[in-house]
């Protein structure tokens, strides 16, 4: 079956510390994961795709499909980087999404 | 450019009532999906439609209809109202053919069943 698991419900660290948010998944095809993030009184809205490789607002992830991880990085943490990120995984390229639960980052000052 | 918009933003219900949530698109998109967010959950995946037709449907039973008109609004109905179905409902709209996997998403309908 077709899982997202995030394991850590909260992850809190301090300004300029690393930071590692954990996904893994579940799936018998090939993956398209994503983050999404979601600030403080904002929508749910898309931070990066595993196929554009990309790095937006400092954060990375690397699909490693040996482990079926996704885990979102980023070496310097910024406060405004507080916010709920949720890992997603695209059925069949359908544009429909399985979400983890979620990981709460606070970035202490 | 417009975004996704949703109605009511919050309401409250009593068990065996039905509901109807309603989402406009982001313009120039062709596609909807509404998703059920508990609390303390990640977003579950309802039903998708494009071109007006369902189009994938997740593990919900079938008192969670939809419907998506021509200008690709659309509108969530929900019979006879469980105690569990209070959730936060979200929909998202996104262009099928980009194959970019984006979705835009609303802020949600908050709905308690009493």
């Known amino acids: 079956a077709q899982r997202v698991t995030q394991p850590e419900k909260l992850l809190s660290v301090f300004k300029g510390a690393p930071v590692e948010l954990k996904c893994n998944y579940s799936?018998?095809?090939?993956?398209?994961l994503f983050w999404y993030v979601q600030y403080s009184r904002q929508r749910l809205q898309l931070l990066l795709r595993?196929?554009s490789r990309e790095s937006i607002k400092g954060f990375t992830a690397d699909l490693n499909k040996g482990e079926t991880s996704f885990h979102l990085k980023k070496p310097f943490a910024q406060e405004e980087d507080s916010a709920m990120y949720y890992c997603?995984?695209?059925?069949?390229?359908?544009?429909?999404?399985?979400f983890g639960s979620g990981t709460r980052l606070l970035v202490r000052p | 450019e417009t975004g996704v918009t949703q109605s009511p933003t919050h309401l409250i219900k009593t068990r065996g009532q039905q509901v109807t949530l309603r989402c406009s698109s982001q313009?120039?998109?062709?596609?909807v999906s509404w998703y059920q967010q508990a609390l303390g959950q990640g977003p579950q995946f309802i039903f998708q439609?494009?071109?007006?037709?369902?189009?994938g449907r997740g593990n919900f039973p079938p008192r969670f209809s939809g419907l998506q008109f021509p200008n690709y609004s659309s509108e969530l109905n929900v019979n006879a109202l469980e105690l569990n179905d209070s959730a936060l409902y979200l929909c998202?709209?996104?262009?099928?053919?980009?194959?970019?996997?984006?979705?835009?998403f609303g802020e949600g309908s908050r709905l308690t069943v009493l």
């Open positions: 595993h196929i």
């Open positions: 998202a709209s996104s262009f099928m053919g980009l194959n970019t996997g984006e979705l835009f």
């Open positions: 439609y494009y071109r007006e037709e369902e189009n």
């Open positions: 799936y018998s095809g090939s993956p398209e």
């Open positions: 313009s120039g998109h062709n596609t």
């Open positions: 997603a995984l695209e059925m069949d390229s359908s544009y429909k999404l399985i």
